[in-house]
T-cell receptor
Framework: DTGVSQDPRHKITKRGQNVTFRCDPI?????LYWYRQTLGQGPEFLTY????????KSRLLSDRFSAERPKGSFSTLEIQRTEQGDSAMYLC?????????????FGSGTQLSVL | AQSVTQLGSHVSVSEGALVLLRCNYS??????LFWYVQYPNQGLQLLLKYTSAATLVKGINGFEAEFKKSETSFHLTKPSAHMSDAAEYFCAVSDRVFGNEKLTFGTGTRLTIIP
């Protein structure tokens, strides 16, 4: 069990640029979640996948955000035309099974700074 | 929609003293409740969860929480604080509705242990 890994750990970009983050879940986990965390706040749900299907997207996720999970393995989160308000820690989590009670395993996150 | 409120963004206790971190929930249906801990530079880890079995739930590292429906509370306690407990703690709620299987987190409580 190598845990959930996220890449990169830190990303600094200029406003208007596109950025892409990658998440590698625990290998047998069928569910993958993306959360966003800003300073002083708890993680906020963005979207989740069951295998390759994106099942739910938060209203927080504007059309500048897109997430994919091809083949139900790793996932990418892309932000187009970044804005300063996108600066946050982006967290990925994975779990095994279905339903509301499974334990989520979180990665260490990608810290995005938009200048 | 479900939500949780964590009372006290910062809590300080002396080593060996009782730890009490407060969480109140709001949910239209009986909820599933969780406590996660975040150590510096690490991903969130599950401490314990309530899924409608016993109302007193024991977790890792000596923590426990009691579900009190009459008070809509799920406070986290530990009888004797250890220096290694210093971290940020998040209460979270998950609705039982199929298709709404995401966690909604509170804003977190930073626990400081005084030697």
């Amino acid at each position: 069990d190598t845990g959930v890994s996220q890449d990169p750990r830190h990303k600094i970009t200029k406003r208007g640029q596109n950025v892409t983050f990658r998440c590698d879940p625990i290998s047998e986990h069928n569910r993958l979640y993306w959360y966003r965390q800003t300073l002083g706040q708890g993680p906020e749900f963005l979207t989740y996948f069951q295998n390759e299907a994106q099942l739910e997207k938060s209203r927080l996720l504007s059309d500048r955000f897109s997430a994919e999970r091809p083949k139900g393995s790793f996932s990418t989160l892309e932000i187009q035309r970044t804005e300063q308000g996108d600066s946050a820690m982006y967290l990925c989590a994975s779990s095994l099974g279905q339903g509301s009670t499974e334990k989520l395993f979180f990665g260490s996150g990608t810290q995005l700074s938009v200048l | 929609a479900q939500s949780v409120t964590q009372l006290g963004s910062h809590v300080s206790v002396s080593e060996g003293a009782l730890v009490l971190l407060r969480c109140n929930y709001s949910s239209s249906v009986p909820p599933y409740l969780f406590w996660y801990v975040q150590y510096p530079n690490q991903g969130l880890q599950l401490l314990l969860k309530y899924t409608s079995a016993a109302t007193l739930v024991k977790g890792i590292n000596g923590f426990e929480a009691e579900f009190k429906k009459s008070e809509t509370s799920f406070h986290l306690t530990k009888p004797s604080a250890h220096m290694s407990d210093a971290a940020e703690y998040f209460c979270a709620v998950s609705d039982r509705v199929f298709g709404n299987e995401k966690l909604t987190f509170g804003t977190g409580t930073r626990l400081t242990i005084i030697p």
